[in-house]
C-alpha cells in the first residue's frame, strides 16, 4: 500500500514537472511596449493657418500611462502681414488615460522656426526658437484621440509660432 502511495506521488511529481517546463515566462521585451503613430495639429484664425505634423514612438508603461518622443514639422500662413514660416522641433509626450475614453496629455517641445515676410515686394527673414509645453485633453476611442491642447507658455509679445495658444489635435498610435 505504501508503494502504490509513493509511486502516485512520484507519478504526480512527474506530471507536474512535464506540465510546468511547458509554461515558459513571458519575457518584458521593450519593443512590444512601444506604439507609434502621432498628431496632426490644426489652427484656424482670422488671419492665420497652421498645420502640424508630428510623428512618434511612445513605451506604454502600464494601462494608463505612456510617454515617448516625437518630431515635429509644420507649415504656417499669415495674411497680415503676408508671412510664412516653416518650424520643425522635437518633443517629450506623456500620456495619462484615467477612463478608458479619457486622454490626458503634456508635451514639452522645442520649435526652431523661419520666417520670410513679404513687404512691398521685398522679402524679409528670420529665424528663432521657442519652447512649448501642451496641456490638454482628448476622448479616445481605439487607438485613435483628438482633443484641444493648451500652450501654458504662450507669450502674446514674444516670438511665436501660432496665433493662438489653443490648438485642436488629432493622435493615433498603433
Do not use: C, H
Not at 476611442?141 to 514674444?158: F, I, K, P, Q
Amino acid at each position: 500500500m505504501n508503494s502504490k502511495i509513493f509511486l502516485f506521488f512520484l507519478l504526480n511529481i512527474s506530471f507536474m514537472s512535464i506540465l510546468t517546463a511547458q509554461i515558459v515566462p513571458k519575457e518584458n521585451n521593450f519593443w512590444d511596449q512601444v506604439r507609434f503613430g502621432g498628431n496632426l495639429g490644426l489652427d484656424f484664425s482670422n488671419n492665420s493657418t497652421s498645420i502640424i505634423l508630428g510623428p512618434s514612438a511612445v513605451y506604454q508603461v502600464n494601462e494608463q500611462f505612456s510617454t515617448g518622443l516625437g518630431i515635429n514639422f509644420g507649415y504656417s500662413s499669415f495674411k497680415r502681414p503676408d508671412a510664412k514660416q516653416t518650424n520643425y522641433g522635437g518633443r517629450l509626450i506623456a500620456l495619462y488615460n484615467p477612463t478608458r475614453q479619457l486622454q490626458l496629455i503634456g508635451e514639452l517641445e522645442q520649435n526652431f522656426v523661419n520666417t520670410t515676410v513679404e513687404v512691398q515686394g521685398q522679402d524679409f527673414d528670420d529665424s528663432f526658437n521657442f519652447p512649448a509645453l501642451y496641456l490638454g485633453a482628448g476622448y479616445r476611442l481605439g487607438n485613435v484621440s483628438a482633443g484641444v491642447r493648451y500652450d501654458v507658455l504662450y507669450n502674446e509679445d514674444g516670438e511665436r509660432l501660432y496665433a493662438s495658444p489653443w490648438s485642436p489635435f488629432v493622435q493615433v498610435y498603433f
